[in-house]
């Protein structure tokens, strides 16, 4: 009886973390209306989900260790996705914001991915 006392506890706790991490990802998507990339490297774009502007990378790497190829590779993603207005989906690893409520320029999270959708 206590094996399975200790057996249903592990998997209790394995579960709450599972859950947790889950909980823990913000997923935004829509369009976007604006994305640019500035002097220093820092690629900023104005999602529909959140209408202002958000960085999500730098190309020179000093933006939550985002590497220049998959920066760059965002960049030019954005790009097609403004140009075509299609849509695209950011998410983030975080567990006090809401895609419209996102921190902006300077202040930005860093994303953990960043797909076209459409």
Request: charged content about 15%; hydrophobic content about 40%.
């Amino acid at each position: 009886m206590q094996k399975h006392a200790v057996s249903f506890a592990i998997v209790l706790i394995v579960s709450s973390l599972f859950a947790k991490e889950a909980a823990a990802q913000t997923y935004c998507s829509g369009t976007i209306n604006a994305v640019y990339l500035t002097s220093d490297g820092d690629v900023v774009l104005e999602g529909s989900w959140r209408g202002d502007y958000t960085e999500i990378c730098n190309d020179q790497g000093t933006f939550g260790g985002i590497d220049q190829v998959t920066c760059l590779s965002w960049y030019a993603a954005a790009v097609k996705a403004e140009t075509a207005q299609s849509k695209v989906m950011v998410t983030y690893n975080n567990d006090g914001y809401t895609c419209n409520n996102l921190p902006t320029y300077a202040n930005s999270i860093v994303p953990f991915y960043f797909m076209n959708t459409q």
